[in-house]
């Protein structure tokens, strides 16, 4: 099984047409993605051929739900027009909004997710590299060719470099899904989210969880994983050398007094029975120890 995404779904892209959107559908179809359609109201109505496969392009989110089925959309729309995409997308009844667009002002990103928290979309990012399922279906921009074999590590992550560098590292021991969450202040899906999902979820037997410097997210995960997680959880926090007081590579990741430090955010994982890894190889190497453990 996996969570959020499998061969079962049936994907939008908004944007498309754009040089990214163009790029990574082609890429997800390499995947094994069942891309269904385009979206852009400029070019409703003709097809894009990727290698022999021609994708429909539709005016609206509505237009391509109502004739594909699609229940995933991946927004690749520039920042200035996200937040309209994702409100349409919302507003169609699209089951998954995946965000992989860059440099959506707070306030925008604020607004939809808060307008999508009234229905049932789930949207994930924004400012992430997407989801994976391996061997079933791949919603964003992560290489496929990472990992792709199926397997029983779930892997949740605020960084898109970190969630490639796992991805690699347990390539043979494979993932049930591989989720992006995006390291922006505001997103949809949180750790607990997929926390929560990977605990449902009977493939999967083992937890990453990786997180950076900035906010609370990884100690309200901890406190999460104390009460309701019963699978083991290996963790990592990206950050231990950031100096105080600076605005670090995401939007969110700034430490302030001992608020918001990777040691914090260690201690609080430790502390719910979460083994931390000091560097990535080092957490890769405590997941083979584990599941050599539990072999």
Do not use: W
Request: glycine share 12%; hydrophobic share 45%; charged share 20%.
């Amino acid at each position: 099984m996996a969570i959020f995404l499998t061969k079962e779904s049936k994907v939008l892209v908004q944007g498309m047409t754009g040089a990214e959107g163009m790029k990574h559908t082609r890429r997800m179809l390499e995947a094994g993605t069942d891309v269904v359609g385009g979206v852009n109201p400029r070019k409703a109505g003709r097809s894009v051929d990727f290698d022999g496969r021609a994708v429909p392009v539709f005016g609206s989110v509505a237009d391509a739900i109502a004739a594909t089925g699609a229940d995933v959309t991946v927004v690749f729309v520039p920042p200035p027009f996200a937040k309209a995409a994702v409100m349409e997308a919302v507003d169609a009844g699209i089951g998954l909004a995946v965000v992989i667009t860059e440099g959506i002002p707070v306030h925008d990103a604020v607004v939809f997710q808060a307008y999508a928290e009234k229905t049932d979309t789930r949207i994930i990012g924004p400012n992430c590299p997407g989801l994976i399922s391996p061997g079933q279906s791949n919603a964003g921009i992560i290489p496929a060719d990472i990992a792709t074999k199926p397997g029983k590590i779930g892997l949740v992550s605020k960084s898109g470099t970190l969630t490639y560098q796992l991805m690699y590292e347990l390539r043979e021991i494979g993932f049930s899904s591989a989720v992006g969450i995006g390291g922006d202040p505001v997103v949809g899906t949180t750790h607990i989210d997929a926390l929560a999902a990977f605990e449902a979820d009977p493939d999967t037997e083992l937890i990453v969880l990786i997180g950076e410097i900035g906010g609370d997210a990884e100690e309200r995960a901890a406190a999460y994983i104390a009460e309701h997680v019963t699978k083991p959880v290996v963790g990592y926090i990206a950050g231990f050398t950031a100096p105080e007081g600076k605005t670090m590579g995401h939007a969110g990741a700034i430490v302030s007094g001992s608020s918001g430090t990777a040691e914090a955010k260690k201690k609080a994982l430790e502390a719910a029975g979460v083994r931390v890894g000091s560097t990535p190889s080092e957490t890769a190497r405590l997941v083979l120890d584990r599941i050599a453990i539990s072999a």
